[in-house]
Structure formats: structure tokens, C-alpha cells
């Protein structure tokens, strides 16, 4: 289970956050849409520990991400990209990331197995494709076979093929018991995979709850997404 | 703790960058020492170069002191590589980001990568100083240049001055988020001149400054009244850098990632 509860940001006078607060709840895949710059990122760098809020909470399993020891054993994350050194191999970055947890070499190679890089191993992350990149940063995700998994714009770069495979891996995660929040700026995208949905625009949230709850009253999926996200449309 | 420790030691032996530089670190000093060595002795011998027992002395200590720039150099890479940005074209992002998911408690963290500097660097520190020592006692033997009091003392200085130069460099690159400033200044400062000790010239303070205390650790006995002694230099580094260290421990714990 995932906690935002009125999460707050202010940075130089610029309200980034305003009291946002949605539940990700567990066996249920969590879509958080929003255009560039609504505060998704923001909002997940906050739930991860990456950056204080002004105010708020952001919890897993009520429990800060800083609070947990070995926080890859229960939650995954992918914010967008490998984020590998260039130079570094492939089975390099996710070797020190498994150390840090104690997870075998065995593991390491089970992760490049499952997202399909595991030809592309001792390969330096700086000869990869935008679409290799992204799943070097979710196998790193994987790495703890976590039950909570938060992914940032996971689909950025992916081919077809790849998008169904995200959306078969979420969905699998999701109906084994695993909790997903998935984030992106593709609202028909989030909608074919998420059960429920948060929007979030200019830092608030706009509407959540489950796709066809979000999306009635509206035309479609674009026009709720275009209702809900643009000054016109409110 | 210990799977933070693996952590560090495995993301520092697996960028090509730190194990290439140690391992100059270590050998280059000793290949230098062995030809000014020769060229010295055979000066000495022929008497031409004005070559004298005293500056016979000096080999392999002036060398090995080079290996300082090549921790100076592993410090700031240790710390810069988890700011180096993949390109946009691959969705940009950086491993510091990485680090902070799988290891969220940030001053363990920075403990972690210090200690791992430090375990890399002082078996460089060692073994340039003794391999450069022991090349230069072994060729210039026959001017009767030997083990004393002196040179152990000047090879336990200069260990501490290379060590301590690799552990400022990581420190400082900790503080500013970026190596390139401390990478040109410290390189610089031990291998063509330090603005640190040309400030010596204009204030005795600049002798406090935190790379002329470095300095001082190595450097001979010069006709300036308010030269500190070397152990001073040596104690005055390393108030330098628990302070350098302090600054970076309190930001990296409140800074966002």
C-alpha cells in the first residue's frame, strides 16, 4: 500500500505540491497521469526519499522509504531511465546494486533474462537504446522481486512489443498481490493496464479514482484527460 | 552495513577509469624514479649537472610524490561517477539516483565510500613509495645512498600526503556535486605549481591553508621562519579534512538527491 497524504512542496516561492494525497492500493495496478511538469515526478522522488516535502507524509506500508533497511526486498523503483554509469556494463551496475541487498550473481542474470537484456549483459550502458536503457532501470527494480513496484514514465522509449510486455509485467505483479503505481503523460497508455486512476495537473490532484470513474462524464479518455489537466477544460 | 560496503567497493573496481589510475598511481613514480636514478648517477659519477650526494637523496621521493595526483584524480572519480549523466538520448538520469533507492540512509552511505577510498588508496600510497624507494636505493647504491631515518620518515609523510590529497579530493567533490574543479585544482597543485604555496610568500597563514598543509607535509625545509614543522602541516591537513568531511556529511544528508 502506497500513502500520500497532502503532500506538500514549496521551492523558492513555487508551489511544486499542493496537498496531494491518493492511496496505491495493493492487487490493483495505479496509473498517476498528469502532462510535463503536473508533479508526478516530483511526487514519486518524494515518496522514494529523494527529496523532503514541505509537508505531509508519503508512505509504503506506512512506513517512510528512509525507514526501511533494505528497502529493495519491498519496493522496486524505475525513475525513468538506467540510471547507470555510461561506462559501467550492464551486469556491472545491477552487480552492486544486488551486493548492496546481498542478492546473488545468480539473481542479476535472472533480472536480465526477464526483461530481455541478458545478450546485451557485458555490454557498457552507454551503447544502449533508449529502449534497452529503460529496461536496465526496471530490471534494477525487479532486482528484490519487491511487492510494491513504483515506475516513472516506464513506457518512454519502449516498442510495441515492449509496452505489452510492461503491461503483462504489471499486470502480473498486480494480480499476484503486488501493489503498482505507474506514472505517465500517456493517459490512454495508463488506462489499457491501471485499475484506478490519479490525475494530477499544475501540482493538485484533479480527479482519482477507478479508469471508468475518472473518465465518465467525458467524452473519452482524451477529452476527461484535456477536462481534467488544461485551464480551459476546468 | 557490510552490503553498503560491497556496494562501494564494487562500483569503484568496475569503472576502468579508477583501476587504471591506481594502478599508474602505483607504477609510473617507480618507472620515473628509474630513469632519473640512472641519469642522476651517472651525473654524480661523471661530476657534470653539479649533482651532489644530498640531491642524490631526493630520487624516488620527489617521484612517488606524483602518485598524490593520481589519488587526487581516483578521489574526485570515485564521487563524480554517480553524477555522470547518461545522454538524452537514453533518458538522460544518473547513478546517484540509484544509490539513494538501494542505499536511503546517506550518511552510512558516505561513510561507506570514504572507507572504500581509503582502502584503495593506501596500498597505492605504500607500495608507490616503497617501489620508488627501492629503485632508487638500488640503483644509486654505489654513491652510497641508503635507508635512514630520514627517508622512513619522508616515505610515512609522503604516504599521508598522498592519502590525505585522495580523501580531500573525494570530499570536496562530495560537497560541490561536481569533479571538475577539484580535478584541475588538485592535479595542478601537485604537478606544476601550487597557489597555495605561492601565497606563502605573501602571508605566513597561507601555510594553513588546506593543500599548502599537504604541502608542508613533503616539502624540504626552506628559509621562511614561519614554515611549520611537518608534523604541524600533518596535523593541520587533517583538521582539514574532518572539517571538508563534516561540511559534506551534513550536506549529503539534507540535500535532495
Given at each position: 500500500?502506497?500513502?500520500?497524504?497532502?503532500?506538500?512542496w514549496?521551492?523558492?516561492g513555487?508551489?511544486?505540491?499542493?496537498?496531494?494525497?491518493?492511496?496505491?492500493?495493493p492487487?490493483?495496478?495505479?496509473?498517476?497521469?498528469?502532462?510535463?511538469?503536473?508533479g508526478?515526478?516530483?511526487?514519486?522522488?518524494?515518496?522514494?526519499?529523494?527529496?523532503?516535502?514541505?509537508?505531509?507524509?508519503a508512505?509504503?506500508s506506512?512506513?517512510r522509504?528512509?525507514?526501511f533497511?533494505r528497502?529493495?526486498?519491498?519496493?522496486?523503483?524505475?525513475?525513468?531511465?538506467?540510471?547507470a554509469?555510461p561506462?559501467r556494463?550492464?551486469?556491472?551496475h545491477l552487480?552492486?546494486?544486488?551486493a548492496?541487498?546481498?542478492?546473488?550473481?545468480?539473481?542479476?542474470?535472472?533480472?536480465?533474462?526477464?526483461v530481455?537484456?541478458?545478450?546485451?549483459?557485458?555490454?557498457?550502458?552507454?551503447?544502449?537504446?533508449?529502449?534497452?536503457?529503460?529496461?536496465l532501470?526496471?530490471?534494477?527494480?525487479?532486482?528484490?522481486?519487491?511487492?510494491?513496484?513504483?515506475?516513472?514514465?516506464?513506457?518512454?522509449?519502449l516498442?510495441?512489443?515492449?509496452?505489452?510486455?510492461?503491461?503483462?509485467?504489471?499486470?502480473?505483479r498486480?494480480?499476484?498481490?503486488?501493489?503498482?503505481?505507474?506514472?505517465?503523460?500517456?493517459?490512454?497508455?495508463?488506462?489499457?493496464?491501471?485499475?484506478?486512476?490519479?490525475?494530477?495537473?499544475?501540482?493538485?490532484?484533479?480527479?482519482?479514482?477507478?479508469?471508468?470513474?475518472?473518465?465518465?462524464?467525458?467524452?473519452?479518455?482524451?477529452?476527461?484527460?484535456?477536462?481534467?489537466?488544461?485551464?480551459?477544460?476546468? | 552495513?557490510m552490503?553498503?560496503?560491497?556496494?562501494?567497493?564494487?562500483?569503484?573496481?568496475?569503472?576502468?577509469?579508477?583501476?587504471?589510475?591506481?594502478?599508474?598511481?602505483?607504477?609510473?613514480?617507480?618507472?620515473?624514479?628509474?630513469?632519473?636514478?640512472?641519469?642522476?648517477?651517472?651525473?654524480?659519477?661523471t661530476?657534470?649537472?653539479?649533482?651532489?650526494?644530498?640531491?642524490l637523496?631526493?630520487?624516488?621521493?620527489?617521484e612517488?610524490?606524483l602518485?598524490a595526483?593520481?589519488l587526487?584524480?581516483?578521489?574526485?572519480?570515485?564521487?563524480?561517477?554517480?553524477?555522470r549523466?547518461?545522454?538524452?538520448?537514453?533518458?538522460?538520469?544518473?547513478?546517484?539516483?540509484?544509490?539513494a533507492?538501494?542505499?536511503?540512509?546517506?550518511?552510512?552511505?558516505?561513510?561507506?565510500?570514504?572507507?572504500?577510498a581509503?582502502?584503495?588508496?593506501?596500498?597505492?600510497?605504500?607500495?608507490?613509495?616503497l617501489?620508488?624507494?627501492?629503485?632508487?636505493?638500488?640503483?644509486?647504491?654505489?654513491a652510497?645512498?641508503?635507508?635512514?631515518?630520514?627517508?622512513?620518515?619522508g616515505?610515512?609523510?609522503?604516504?599521508?600526503?598522498?592519502?590525505?590529497?585522495?580523501?580531500?579530493?573525494?570530499?570536496?567533490?562530495?560537497?560541490?556535486?561536481?569533479?571538475?574543479?577539484?580535478?584541475?585544482?588538485?592535479?595542478?597543485?601537485n604537478?606544476?605549481?601550487?597557489?597555495?604555496?605561492?601565497?606563502?610568500?605573501?602571508?605566513?597563514?597561507?601555510?594553513?591553508?588546506?593543500?599548502?598543509?599537504?604541502?608542508?607535509?613533503?616539502v624540504?625545509?626552506?628559509?621562511?621562519?614561519?614554515?611549520?614543522?611537518?608534523?604541524?602541516?600533518?596535523?593541520?591537513?587533517?583538521?582539514?579534512?574532518?572539517?571538508?568531511?563534516?561540511?559534506?556529511?551534513?550536506?549529503?544528508?539534507?540535500?535532495?538527491?
Amino acid at each position: 500500500m502506497i500513502d500520500i497524504d497532502q503532500l506538500t512542496w514549496t521551492l523558492r516561492g513555487r508551489t511544486i505540491l499542493d496537498h496531494v494525497s491518493f492511496r496505491a492500493a495493493p492487487r490493483r495496478v495505479t496509473g498517476f497521469v498528469g502532462p510535463n511538469g503536473a508533479g508526478k515526478s516530483s511526487t514519486l522522488r518524494v515518496l522514494l526519499g529523494l527529496q523532503t516535502p514541505t509537508s505531509g507524509e508519503a508512505t509504503i506500508s506506512k512506513r517512510r522509504y528512509r525507514d526501511f533497511g533494505r528497502p529493495l526486498d519491498h519496493i522496486g523503483a524505475s525513475l525513468g531511465g538506467a540510471g547507470a554509469h555510461p561506462s559501467r556494463r550492464a551486469v556491472d551496475h545491477l552487480g552492486w546494486v544486488a551486493a548492496s541487498h546481498g542478492y546473488g550473481r545468480a539473481r542479476v542474470h535472472e533480472v536480465l533474462e526477464q526483461v530481455g537484456l541478458a545478450h546485451a549483459a557485458k555490454a557498457r550502458v552507454r551503447t544502449f537504446s533508449l529502449g534497452m536503457a529503460q529496461r536496465l532501470g526496471i530490471a534494477t527494480a525487479l532486482l528484490g522481486d519487491p511487492e510494491v513496484l513504483v515506475l516513472d514514465e516506464p513506457i518512454n522509449g519502449l516498442d510495441p512489443e515492449g509496452i505489452r510486455w510492461i503491461r503483462t509485467l504489471v499486470r502480473r505483479r498486480a494480480d499476484d498481490g503486488g501493489t503498482v503505481l505507474l506514472s505517465s503523460h500517456v493517459m490512454a497508455e495508463l488506462a489499457t493496464v491501471a485499475d484506478d486512476l490519479v490525475v494530477i495537473s499544475g501540482g493538485r490532484v484533479r480527479a482519482s479514482g477507478t479508469v471508468s470513474e475518472v473518465v465518465a462524464g467525458h467524452g473519452g479518455l482524451e477529452e476527461a484527460f484535456f477536462a481534467l489537466t488544461t485551464e480551459e477544460g476546468r | 552495513m557490510m552490503g553498503v560496503l560491497r556496494a562501494e567497493i564494487l562500483k569503484a573496481v568496475t569503472l576502468a577509469g579508477v583501476r587504471h589510475t591506481l594502478i599508474a598511481g602505483a607504477v609510473i613514480p617507480a618507472l620515473l624514479t628509474w630513469f632519473n636514478a640512472r641519469a642522476a648517477l651517472r651525473g654524480w659519477q661523471t661530476g657534470t649537472d653539479g649533482w651532489t650526494t644530498q640531491d642524490l637523496a631526493q630520487i624516488g621521493v620527489t617521484e612517488s610524490l606524483l602518485a598524490a595526483a593520481a589519488l587526487a584524480a581516483v578521489g574526485v572519480m570515485l564521487v563524480s561517477s554517480e553524477y555522470r549523466e547518461l545522454s538524452v538520448d537514453q533518458g538522460g538520469g544518473y547513478e546517484r539516483v540509484t544509490t539513494a533507492l538501494a542505499i536511503p540512509r546517506r550518511g552510512p552511505g558516505l561513510a561507506a565510500k570514504m572507507l572504500v577510498a581509503l582502502l584503495l588508496m593506501v596500498p597505492v600510497a605504500v607500495t608507490t613509495n616503497l617501489l620508488s624507494t627501492a629503485v632508487a636505493l638500488w640503483i644509486l647504491e654505489p654513491a652510497g645512498i641508503g635507508w635512514d631515518r630520514e627517508r622512513i620518515a619522508g616515505m610515512l609523510a609522503g604516504c599521508w600526503y598522498m592519502i590525505a590529497t585522495g580523501l580531500l579530493g573525494a570530499s570536496v567533490t562530495t560537497v560541490l556535486r561536481s569533479g571538475l574543479v577539484p580535478m584541475v585544482y588538485l592535479v595542478v597543485n601537485n604537478t606544476l605549481f601550487s597557489p597555495g604555496f605561492l601565497l606563502t610568500r605573501l602571508t605566513a597563514a597561507a601555510w594553513y591553508l588546506p593543500d599548502t598543509s599537504l604541502i608542508g607535509l613533503v616539502v624540504a625545509r626552506m628559509d621562511d621562519p614561519h614554515q611549520p614543522t611537518k608534523v604541524v602541516s600533518g596535523l593541520v591537513a587533517a583538521g582539514w579534512l574532518v572539517v571538508v568531511m563534516a561540511v559534506a556529511w551534513v550536506l549529503e544528508r539534507r540535500r535532495p538527491v
